[in-house]
């Protein structure tokens, strides 16, 4: 067959061929392949017969590939969390992470994870939920006493949360009101969701046990206007902008998930602070009801 070949390339790989029995040719701009006839001797190129043009046909549509089956959900993630588990990361997150529980005093007993998004679907998801299991090892907090929910859950996500003896919550809340000191985990949520979490502890008793592991919520304050986070997210704003109340200490770049741990950070109250009066309003007026000579400040304690 004769034709116009505008651009010859040698093509040798990937197609079980020799080199010599497969060129990739382009012809009036399309790319096909063509099969050389094995030439006496193969130096003699330019003197090639070359059967008719075949369509290069993409990978993903090639038919008759053999497919391979998808490991189950429970190996992905124990998968994930073992990449984890072998990175340093890992180990110097776990190391903040009690260094941040000493240094205030905090013994969490619980774990409430939120916006986790669905581990059948995202990798990223997989990721952040085999960290949480590398913080229920580091914190000998049991499965039993970790709660998650995402309304994205699966079929498959709620098996897979049985299989590791997680507790999924059956209600799509998101004022969850604390009565211990409680691991949040809530990777990159909404901040809606933030600010419903904190303002459901909003007192002086409850906001002790929040203790987030999440985004910087000073990124929040950073990116949005002043005048929307008054309205939409004022707890959030009262404790990002509040100098050594809220403490916060930011989780190294994860190179192995970077976008899964992206802007994380450990950050509860700061339990050598003084949060003032006038962040509980209602609080103080029954304080005052009781004892008009109470101070106005109060020193914040660990309830656990
Ligand atoms: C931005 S996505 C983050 C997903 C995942 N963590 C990630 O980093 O890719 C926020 C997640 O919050 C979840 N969400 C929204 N409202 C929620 C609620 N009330 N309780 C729990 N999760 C919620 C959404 O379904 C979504 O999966």
Same mark, same amino acid.
């Given at each position: 067959?004769?034709?116009?070949?505008?651009?010859?390339?040698?093509?040798?790989? &990937?197609?079980?061929?020799?080199?010599?029995?497969?060129?990739?040719?382009?012809?009036?701009?399309?790319?096909?392949?063509?099969?050389?006839?094995?030439?006496? *001797? =193969?130096?003699?190129?330019?003197?090639?017969?070359?059967?008719?043009?075949?369509?290069?046909?993409?990978?993903?549509?090639?038919?008759?590939? =053999?497919?391979?089956?998808?490991?189950?959900? #429970?190996?992905?993630?124990?998968?994930?969390?073992?990449?984890?588990?072998?990175?340093?990361?890992?180990?110097?997150?776990?190391? /903040?992470?009690? &260094?941040?529980?000493?240094?205030?005093? #905090?013994?969490?007993?619980?774990?409430?994870?939120?916006?986790?998004?669905?581990?059948?679907?995202?990798?990223?998801?997989?990721?952040?939920?085999?960290?949480?299991?590398?913080?229920?090892?580091?914190?000998? /907090?049991?499965?039993?006493?970790?709660?998650?929910?995402?309304?994205?859950?699966?079929?498959?996500?709620?098996?897979?949360?049985?299989?590791?003896?997680?507790?999924?919550?059956?209600?799509?809340?998101?004022?969850?009101?604390?009565?211990?000191?409680?691991?949040?985990?809530?990777?990159?949520?909404?901040?809606?969701?933030?600010?419903?979490?904190?303002?459901? *502890?909003?007192?002086?008793?409850?906001?002790?046990?929040?203790?987030? $592991?999440?985004?910087?919520?000073?990124?929040?304050?950073?990116?949005?206007?002043?005048?929307?986070?008054?309205?939409?997210?004022?707890?959030?704003?009262?404790?990002?902008?509040?100098?050594? /109340?809220?403490?916060?200490?930011?989780? =190294?770049?994860?190179?192995?998930?970077?976008?899964?741990?992206? @802007? $994380?950070?450990?950050?509860?109250?700061?339990?050598?602070?003084? $949060?003032?009066?006038?962040?509980?309003?209602?609080?103080?007026?029954?304080?005052?009801?009781?004892?008009?000579?109470?101070?106005?400040?109060?020193?914040?304690?660990?309830? @656990?």
């Amino acid at each position: 067959m004769s034709c116009d070949v505008i651009s010859v390339t040698r093509y040798h790989h &990937d197609l079980g061929c020799p080199q010599w029995w497969v060129e990739l040719i382009r012809l009036h701009g399309r790319t096909s392949t063509r099969n050389l006839v094995k030439p006496a *001797n =193969p130096e003699e190129t330019g003197r090639f017969k070359y059967s008719d043009f075949q369509p290069v046909v993409s990978r993903k549509k090639r038919k008759n590939k =053999p497919q391979l089956e998808r490991p189950s959900l #429970l190996t992905l993630v124990q998968r994930a969390r073992e990449e984890l588990s072998q990175d340093a990361w890992n180990s110097r997150c776990q190391q /903040i992470l009690q &260094d941040h529980l000493t240094a205030h005093s #905090l013994s969490p007993s619980k774990i409430l994870c939120l916006g986790l998004g669905s581990p059948s679907s995202s990798s990223n998801s997989r990721a952040q939920l085999g960290f949480l299991l590398e913080i229920c090892k580091s914190t000998g /907090i049991e499965h039993s006493n970790v709660s998650i929910y995402d309304p994205v859950f699966s079929q498959e996500d709620d098996v897979l949360f049985k299989q590791l003896g997680l507790c999924k919550l059956s209600e799509n809340k998101a004022n969850h009101s604390l009565e211990a000191t409680t691991i949040l985990w809530m990777p990159h949520c909404d901040l809606d969701l933030y600010e419903s979490v904190l303002a459901a *502890n909003w007192s002086r008793e409850q906001l002790p046990y929040v203790l987030l $592991i999440s985004n910087r919520l000073e990124d929040y304050v950073d990116s949005i206007p002043r005048q929307k986070l008054e309205t939409r997210a004022s707890c959030l704003l009262q404790l990002a902008s509040s100098e050594n /109340i809220f403490e916060c200490c930011p989780l =190294p770049v994860c190179s192995v998930r970077t976008t899964a741990f992206n @802007t $994380i950070a450990i950050q509860s109250l700061n339990s050598k602070a003084t $949060i003032p009066d006038s962040w509980f309003p209602q609080t103080l007026h029954s304080i005052q009801a009781v004892s008009p000579t109470s101070t106005s400040e109060h020193r914040i304690q660990d309830k @656990t």
